[in-house]
């Protein structure tokens, strides 16, 4: 989830629906998209599914969502580190 529209590729923005967020607020998803972040090698990857939610204080990374899309996290060293699952290689790495 993401609350900056300009981070998306392609965006549907019919496609609304209800976010329920850890502190139990409902807030509304005012579309759905595809977002593109570069990897560690440089090379764009997209992310589709991407809901956009304005009124999120910080963009939210779902691991439920990329492990159904195949790719391999693992969390090791204060670190979680994402890896294409088809190459191994590493895509992102994000420091706790």
Same mark, same amino acid.
Do not use: W
């Given at each position: 989830m993401t609350r900056n529209n300009d981070g998306f590729v392609e965006i549907d923005d019919s496609t609304k629906s209800d976010v329920l967020l850890g502190d139990n607020k409902l807030v509304e998803a005012k579309g759905k998209g595809t977002i593109v972040v #570069?990897?560690?090698?440089?090379?764009?990857?997209?992310? #589709?599914d991407v809901l956009y939610v304005t009124r999120l204080a910080h963009n939210l990374l779902t691991l439920v969502l990329l492990l159904k899309k195949g790719y391999l996290i693992v969390f090791k060293d204060k670190q979680c580190i994402i890896y294409d699952n088809i190459t191994i290689k590493l895509l992102l790495r994000l420091i706790c």
């Amino acid at each position: 989830m993401t609350r900056n529209n300009d981070g998306f590729v392609e965006i549907d923005d019919s496609t609304k629906s209800d976010v329920l967020l850890g502190d139990n607020k409902l807030v509304e998803a005012k579309g759905k998209g595809t977002i593109v972040v #570069n990897t560690k090698q440089r090379k764009p990857k997209p992310i #589709n599914d991407v809901l956009y939610v304005t009124r999120l204080a910080h963009n939210l990374l779902t691991l439920v969502l990329l492990l159904k899309k195949g790719y391999l996290i693992v969390f090791k060293d204060k670190q979680c580190i994402i890896y294409d699952n088809i190459t191994i290689k590493l895509l992102l790495r994000l420091i706790c």
